[in-house]
């Protein structure tokens, strides 16, 4: 009778062990990636900070991992510590297969200089200041000469069009020899780290026309589409100190006319 129970108990639990032993031995696909992609972030982690004398393996800021700056696109001279992301984010992604041109290398090198040479608080930048107050209070208008030209980023929406608009926006910069500045708004310091070293990309509080930012729409009179559409001002001879570019979802058609290199001609005199 006892021999019976122990068979009836064994044909039971037999599905079990056959389940369980299948689901160990071959674990889902995704599983197994995850577990491989966590071996090798730690891998590299602990491997690239073999000198440091942190018992946890993990880098004491010594030295870091070779990857850090990206290939160069990050200049190398930062505080290490001032902003942990900067170092640390390449611990979350694959490494890409494809490496940065030296041209490119080169326009950015070249762009961290004039960004040092215009940026905020700098000689450059507290001439351009004073003329681009002066213009803007009708004293004279710009005449193209000025050393530093700046393209400002208002603080607009959320993370993600920040992202994408900031990136849009130093594109231009760079292939326009302008300098980026970002307005700082609620969060903006707090969100990105500071990309250019030596300097701030950060708007400075005695910007001359930080206080009509909330005010500029499709309306105002240094809105370019809405130039465009009185016709106002785009002679040769009379350059506005600044231009406002209304790039939001609701822009139309006067304003998509930035995009089109022949109505470029104010964009490449004024100040900003």
Known sequence: MNL??????????????VTLSLVLRSPPPDRIKGFADARV????????????????????HTQMPKDTLHDGLIAPGFDEGSCLSRYQSNLYRKISPHKPSSYLLSRLRNYEHHHKKCGPHTK???????????????????GGSTECKYVVWISYSGLGNKILTITSAFLYALLTNRVLLVDPGKDMADLFCEPFPENSWLLSKDFSIKEKFNKFDQKSSHCYGNMLKKKKNTSSELVPSFLYLHLAHDYDEQDKLFFCDEYHSLTGKSLG
Do not use: H, W
């Open 4 to 17: 019976m129970k122990i068979l009836a108990a064994l044909l039971v639990s037999l599905p079990v062990l």
């Open 41 to 60: 972030i730690q891998r590299l982690t602990r491997n690239d900070t073999s000198s440091s004398n942190s018992e946890d393996g993990f880098s004491d």
């Open 124 to 142: 450059s930048y507290k001439t351009a200041m004073a003329q681009l107050k002066s213009t803007d209070q009708g004293n004279s208008s710009v």
